[in-house]
């Protein structure tokens, strides 16, 4: 089963979704991440905390959704449409969740402060995909409706 974490840029968030999913779940899943404007290249602190919390980052870049290297079961936006966020709209017959969580690219402050945010997205973005991991997936697999409110649960945890 594919998962695609989707954001506009594909530069922080969906990126450490794509990498922290794939540390942490079995070989039936595989994790992708894509933005629908990439910025095309991957924020040095979202690789740095990745590097830190002893995550891979091989063969991490920020792409498009157009050529994935494979079609997604499941696309979970993370997007924060509080901030005002437009999420792209992945086209195709697949289940969506939006996971929402705040843009740590765009903090102001000391490095520190700045670290912190990024940890912050991480922390939610962990929890959430935790969470995820636990779902009785084979049982859900066949009833996509409840998978959804799942999927929509999981999205309140921070």
């Known amino acids: 089963m594919n998962i695609l974490f989707l954001c506009t840029g594909n530069s922080c968030r969906s990126v450490l979704a794509e990498a922290t999913f794939n540390s942490m ?5 595989r994790a992708m991440s894509a933005g629908s404007h990439p910025t ?5 602190r979202s690789l740095a ?10 063969g991490l870049h920020s792409k498009s959704w157009v050529g994935l290297p494979s079609i997604p079961d499941i696309v979970i936006t993370v997007c924060d449409n509080a901030a ?3 999420c792209p709209a992945y086209l195709g017959p697949v289940l969506r969740s939006h996971w929402g969580v705040d843009d740590p690219a765009k903090a102001t402050g000391t490095d520190a402060e700045i670290d912190t945010r990024f940890e ?16 009785p997936i084979e049982r859900l697999r066949h009833d996509r409706e409840q998978l959804k409110v799942a999927l929509d649960r999981i999205a309140t945890l921070s």
């Not at 095309?40 to 040095?44: A, S």
């Not at 973005?125 to 995820?132: G, P, V």
């Open 25 to 29: 779940a079995s070989l039936e899943w």
């Open 120 to 135: 912050q997205a991480h922390r939610t973005l962990r929890a959430r995909i935790e969470a995820f991991l636990t779902l």
């Open 49 to 58: 905390l990745l590097q830190r919390e002893g995550i891979s980052t091989e």
């Open 40 to 44: 095309g290249t991957i924020h040095p």
């Open 84 to 86: 005002g966020e437009t």
